[in-house]
């Protein structure tokens, strides 16, 4: 499959990048340099128009708590499962654009993310009994709330990975999938993995893992890759206003079944089952997780097509205009040919 090249973004696929993409990326986002006057006064706005929310009962009797954006005649619903320490306000943005598009919108906040139930004394700590709690909260919300004849999944980080196994082990009928940055290896820098795995036992599972702790303003505006995108900076504010809304480390717990996650996912008889479409977008200047299992799932699920966007770090829709714009034109090509 041939590689095309830009400054930006290498697509793996059948179609040039070419000076079309890039004029809708920068006509088609908000503007960043006044960003938080547009999201307070328009895509606000906007998005309340359709929203309605509530809660729906997870696994073990788990709070979740979900959107819903519904159109009339709306080209596809799309699901969005977020990724890990987010919750549903974060994608604001990408839901005001899929709108705008034509596309009904379903979000929820995971267990122990957002708004949803809690599951460690640390209010701020990402802790799980088990991954695949994760996948049949997803199969509930799908089955019994969201109502759709087309159905794409748009995942980013964990939520990609929910998603992966959410196809290898239910019985539901997807028509297309967005992966964002699937985690599929962990990065743990500056700390060796195995160190980390060591300390992933019972005693010390609701525990952080180190690097890992509890939310911290000052630290997340100074001292963070994304500290200069205005995206990123009205983000971390909205959340810091909103303390239930804030999760900000990992536990031991989380992290050693997130593992078993990966592992499970590249079983031999586990890739067979996969035959949904995929778009797998992979970024090149991601930090958090690593390319290597990206490309072999690629190469191992014959349904999947991958994307990579160089100059993106992970969270991609914290970027600028140019690399966010052209990201969205992609996916709105992709999905508009399923």
Same mark, same amino acid.
């Given at each position: ?20 993409? $890039?004029?809708?990326?920068? *006509? +088609?986002?908000? =503007? ?6 547009? %999201?307070? /006064? ?123 196994? $959410?196809?290898?082990?239910? *019985? +539901?009928?997807? =028509? ?6 699937? %985690?599929? /290896? ?128 992970? *969270? ?23």
């Amino acid at each position: 499959m041939p590689l095309y090249h830009s400054s930006d973004i290498i697509f793996v696929g059948d179609k040039m990048c070419d000076k079309n993409l $890039f004029e809708f990326a920068n *006509n +088609f986002c908000i =503007d960043e340099n006044n960003y938080a006057t547009q %999201m307070d /006064e328009e895509v606000l706005p906007f998005i309340s128009q359709y929203e309605k929310s509530g809660y729906f009962i997870g696994v073990d009797n788990t709070n979740l708590f979900y959107r819903k954006f519904e159109l009339e005649n709306s080209k596809a619903t799309v699901v969005i499962v977020h990724g890990f320490t987010e919750n549903s306000q974060r994608y604001d943005e990408l839901i005001y654009y899929f709108l705008k598009q034509n596309y009904s919108v379903y979000i929820y906040d995971q267990r122990c993310h957002g708004l949803s139930d809690r599951l460690s004394e640390t209010y701020n700590m990402v802790y799980i009994k088990k991954f695949d709690d994760y996948v049949e909260d997803l199969n509930k919300f799908l089955n019994e709330y969201v109502k759709s004849s087309r159905i794409i999944l748009y995942g980013h980080s964990m939520g990609s990975t929910v998603i992966i196994r $959410f196809l290898q082990t239910q *019985n +539901f009928n997807v =028509d297309f999938c967005i992966l964002s940055a699937p %985690m599929l /290896e962990i990065s743990t820098k500056p700390y060796p993995t195995k160190v980390v795995n060591l300390y992933s036992n019972a005693k010390a599972e609701k525990k952080y893992c180190p690097g890992h702790n509890d939310f911290d303003l000052e630290n997340r505006l100074n001292n963070s890759d994304y500290k200069n995108f205005p995206r990123y900076i009205y983000s971390v504010k909205k959340e810091s206003a909103n303390p239930k809304l804030i999760t900000s480390g990992a536990s031991f717990g989380w992290f050693k079944e997130s593992v078993r996650a990966i592992k499970n996912i590249f079983m031999p008889e586990n890739l067979a089952k996969i035959k949904t479409p995929i778009a797998l977008f992979q970024y090149g200047n991601d930090k958090t997780v690593l390319p290597n299992n990206q490309n072999k799932f690629a190469k191992l699920v014959p349904s999947c097509g991958i994307y990579r966007i160089n100059k993106s770090l992970h *969270n991609i829709y914290y970027m600028n205009n140019k690399i966010l714009g052209t990201y969205l034109q992609k996916i709105f090509e992709l999905i508009e040919s399923v």
